[in-house]
């Protein structure tokens, strides 16, 4: 007679999963972040210069908001040329061209 069969979480080697994990998972997963919030930053005042755009609202987002996403965007897409990262190089000029093209239809609306 044979004994238990063992279970599925019985045959997981726990020190081999976590070592996989820490390898592959993590360092994607920290890129993946990194990308979405660099997104979210660009986001911040999109939907208020649509607004502006578009006419249903006549009020710009604050000027030192702005300045302060710029400031802080700029010193990330320093850290990216410095560490030669393209796919952060790229969403960062990406952004920055169209928030230049929305405030440029604005103010030559």
Not at 37 to 58: E, K, N, R
Not at 82 to 94: A, Q
């Amino acid at each position: 007679m044979e004994g238990p069969k063992p279970s599925f979480w019985d045959r997981i080697d726990v020190k081999k999963l976590q070592r996989w994990i820490a390898i592959h998972v993590a360092v994607a997963s920290a890129e993946t972040l990194q990308w979405i919030g660099i997104i979210l930053i660009h986001a911040a005042t999109i939907p208020t210069l649509l607004a502006v755009l578009t006419g249903l609202s006549d009020r710009m987002p604050p000027m030192d908001m702005v300045l302060l996403i710029w400031a802080g965007l700029t010193a990330i897409f320093v850290q990216a040329a410095v560490i030669n990262n393209r796919l952060i190089l790229i969403t960062i000029s990406l952004g920055f061209m169209i928030q230049s093209v929305l405030m440029a239809l604005i103010f030559f609306k």
